[in-house]
């Protein structure tokens, strides 16, 4: 039997649009899935539980409609759960999760096997997002489906080892579903996370700039305007490492002293707290580099894929020549 996420092969590319903060709701989730492509979200996204229902009601709904409609299936969705203490709402999400049995559940910071039990009683997968071997390891343990490998560059709170050696590290000892995330904004950078031996690309910063996002105008002209050196890797908004893009922190009148300490800067009660934050501070990964446009998903998955069918003809041809 294979030990590879069942829905991979009905997909139209091997992609998750990754969930994030403040940025992903139903508009971006129902576009991604119609398309093909997994679309995630952060329960966090909305405010109470309630909320966070309304939103899976809504989009089960639209992709029900969609499939009735079109006769076509939609990609599974998915929902961000962080699993810590400090989450008051954790156990009312994750009745929510097995009440309207979301397909995917991505947990972040722990890796709980009661967690992993709970999602797997009515058939729903559990992948979980790792920078390094020891935190892959122990959600290994509790029996998680896929692990979501977030190497350097990548948006929001990225690790610091290069993919290659990320993913070659973790294939070692797991044989489930590998996640490749960070810096992944085109067709090629898709292959090429599947040449290193991922099963699926993880895009977080390119749908920002999807029309669908719920970022502001300002932000995505500044994604398009920012390059790799843009990008700023630092403690100081959430005390813990994070890429944010290096003119919005200017503009919140952060110095370069602010972004060397290891710790969260006291920003008073103007930023409180981290929604407060991450709406003034922009963050946004080192694939910054190659996004020149805003587009429709329908637009963006198209090109996605072109670019993604004639990167590996290329690769194809590169045999006629090697290896020799
Ligand atoms: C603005 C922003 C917010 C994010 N918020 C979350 C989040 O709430 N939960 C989470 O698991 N990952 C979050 N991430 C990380 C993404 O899920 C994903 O790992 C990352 O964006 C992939 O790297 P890329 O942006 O280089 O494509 C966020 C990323 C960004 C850019």
New binding site residues.
């Given amino acids: 039997m294979s030990t590879k996420a069942p829905f991979i092969k009905d997909l139209s590319l091997p992609v998750i649009a990754?969930?994030?903060?403040?940025?992903s709701g139903p508009k971006l989730v129902i576009e991604c899935c119609k398309n093909g492509i997994v679309g995630t979200f952060?329960a966090?996204n909305q405010r109470t539980s309630d909320g966070f229902e309304e939103w899976l009601v809504e989009i089960k709904t639209a992709l029900d409609t969609f499939e009735k409609e079109t006769g076509k299936k939609a990609a599974p969705f998915g929902v961000?759960l962080i699993v810590h203490p400090t989450n008051p709402r954790l156990e009312a999400d994750i009745k929510l999760c097995i009440k309207h049995k979301v397909p995917l559940i991505?947990t972040?910071l722990g890796a709980v096997s009661q967690v992993v039990d709970a999602i797997h009683s009515y058939g729903g997968l559990v992948f979980h997002?790792v920078i390094k071997k020891r935190h892959a390891q122990k959600a290994a343990e509790a029996g998680v489906d896929g692990l979501?490998l977030?190497s350097a560059?990548?948006?929001?709170?990225?690790g610091t080892i290069n993919p290659m050696t990320l993913v070659a590290e973790i294939k070692k000892f797991f044989y489930k579903t590998i996640i490749l995330?960070?810096?992944?904004?085109s067709g090629r950078d898709i292959a090429s996370a599947l040449q290193m031996g991922a099963d699926l690309a993880?895009?977080?910063?390119?749908f920002?700039n999807a029309e669908e996002s719920k970022a502001t105008d300002d932000y995505k002209e500044m994604i398009i305007a920012s390059g790799a050196s843009d990008v700023v890797y630092t403690a100081a908004i959430s005390g813990v490492h994070a890429n944010f893009l290096g003119a919005s922190l200017k503009a919140a009148g952060i110095t370069e002293e602010d972004l060397k300490k290891d710790r969260k800067i006291d920003f008073g009660k103007e930023m409180d707290t981290e929604a407060k934050a991450?709406k003034t501070i922009?963050?946004?990964?080192?694939?910054v580099a190659t996004i020149e446009n805003v587009l429709p998903v329908s637009t963006l998955v198209n090109n996605l894929k072109t670019e993604f069918k004639t990167s590996i003809e290329e690769q194809i041809k590169v045999l006629e020549v090697f290896p020799k």
């Fill in positions: 990754a969930p994030m903060f403040l940025i952060p966090l961000n991505i972040s997002d979501i977030v560059g990548a948006g929001g709170h990225a995330s960070g810096c992944i904004s993880y895009m977080g910063t390119r920002i991450w922009w963050s946004a990964g080192q694939g």
